[in-house]
């Protein structure tokens, strides 16, 4: 029965807190990538300029999909994100046909994230590939603005609020009104999950060779000895899908890509873990 349907019966019903108070101490900021024509380093879409020395990610023989290129530069300017490197643009590529989940070990190769030397000016736009092919993500120049994430509803500092009905529904207005009805972008801080909000364990896990697509992985023997270090992964990007980029990830989900602390730090992106959630 819903908060309405106890209301129009009579039947009282406690008074709803103030739920941006209860969960402001929990919240984290984050960056919002917002799709713009300013001229500047960070973009999604178009061509990667790799280095001369760095080769285009590829799955058996064919390139991944080019998703988004991020200055460091322009992402500190915004907000200093501690644990990523100072200098340098981070690369981000997706197997756009298959759009592997992320909790099968087998899926490894399927996303690429690169840190390479930055750009010394803006980037140019550009929607064709080298042959004059239209190429699957159009250009968009990337704006940072700062956000305040709130943890999800299925994290401890939330659950043990012990909110009510009402208050999981203005939890979840709080958590939206930031990114004003625009796709939810956006780099560290807490994420979005439209499923369930355990995907640094799931990370941890399956990167470390245990299936997750059902309980098999979280109850595996080895499991207990991984699970601590599921606190050192860090959300990297989120990338929602997108109507104006034609983009859509499933049923109406969401990419999250996600690194540990202490390999960000080192500029090593390589063991990178990508998660895919859908309605």
């Not at 019903?13 to 500047?40: K, M, N």
């Not at 907000?79 to 046909?97: E, K, M, T």
């Not at 979005?192 to 697509?213: K, T």
Request: aromatic share 10%; charged share 20%.
């Amino acid at each position: 029965m819903s908060f309405l349907d106890r209301f129009r019966r009579g039947k009282s019903v406690e008074p709803i807190r103030d739920v941006a108070a209860l969960t402001a101490p929990f919240a984290a900021p984050a960056l919002q990538l917002r799709l713009g024509d300013r001229p500047c380093k960070s973009h999604v879409g178009g061509l990667p300029a790799l280095p001369e020395t760095v080769q285009w990610p590829t799955r058996n023989g064919t390139r991944l999909g080019f998703l988004a290129r991020l200055s460091l530069q322009e992402v500190h300017a915004a907000l200093r994100v501690p644990w990523l490197p100072g200098s340098g643009a981070l690369l981000f590529f997706y197997d756009l046909d298959k759009q592997p989940w992320g909790f099968d070990p087998k899926d490894r190769g399927g996303w690429a994230v690169l840190h390479v030397e930055d750009l010394n000016a803006p980037a140019v736009a550009t929607d064709t590939d080298e042959k004059g092919s239209a190429l699957p993500v159009p250009f968009r120049f990337v704006e940072f603005s700062v956000v305040q994430s709130i943890p999800g509803c299925d994290r401890e500092q939330i659950t043990a609020l012990a909110l009510s009905e009402p208050e999981f529904e203005e939890l979840e207005r709080i958590t939206a009104a930031p990114f004003n009805g625009a796709p939810r972008h956006q780099l560290a801080g807490f994420p979005s999950p439209v499923q369930g909000d355990e995907m640094e364990l799931e990370a941890q896990l399956v990167s470390h060779g245990l299936y997750c697509g059902n309980n098999s992985g979280y109850l595996d023997p080895r499991a207990e000895a991984l699970r601590p270090g599921a606190t050192d992964w860090r959300l990297l990007l989120q990338f929602d899908s997108d109507d104006d980029l034609g983009l859509m990830w499933g049923d109406a989900g969401m990419l999250y890509f996600w690194v540990r602390e202490p390999a960000a730090l080192a500029g090593d992106f390589s063991d990178a873990w990508l998660v895919l959630q859908c309605c």
